[in-house]
């Protein structure tokens, strides 16, 4: 079993900022990619930010240069930070994370976590 959970969202004004957590837990032998997605009201979910194992980094256009994503292998955490956030950035964010379950498996498995609710007021 692997349990995916994020933290850190909220309420914040334009221009603020924010950190969200991503913690995986349980069967994992190893965390390959780590992504970001949202999901506005009424729109579809989209890809905000990924990292690969080694660091390798990517953004939506949209959030290039205002958010950052990292990692901590040692502690099976991702991190989102949120800069310069925009109202146009509400929504809820949700973390994936693909996992080697056990040493020399060769598929790889994506878990999702539940959510994190960020509102950003103008």
């Known amino acids: 079993q692997v349990q995916v959970v994020e933290s850190g969202g909220g309420l914040v004004q334009a221009g603020g900022s924010l950190r969200l957590s991503c913690a995986a837990s349980?069967?994992?032998?190893?965390?390959?990619?780590m992504d970001w997605y949202r999901q506005a009201p009424g729109k579809q979910r989209e890809l905000v930010a990924a990292?690969?194992?080694?660091?390798?980094?990517n953004y939506r256009d949209s959030v290039r240069g205002r958010f950052t994503i990292s990692r901590d292998n040692a502690k099976n955490t991702g991190y989102l930070q949120m800069s310069s956030l925009k109202p146009e950035d509400t929504a809820v964010y949700y973390c994936?994370?693909?996992?080697?379950?056990?040493?020399?498996?060769?598929?790889?498995?994506?878990?999702w976590g539940q959510g994190t609710q960020v509102t950003v007021s103008s």
């Open positions: 994936r994370a693909t996992i080697t379950p056990k040493r020399g498996s060769m598929t790889r498995y994506a878990y």
């Open positions: 349980g069967s994992i032998f190893s965390l390959n990619a």
């Open positions: 990292i690969t194992d080694v660091g390798v980094t």
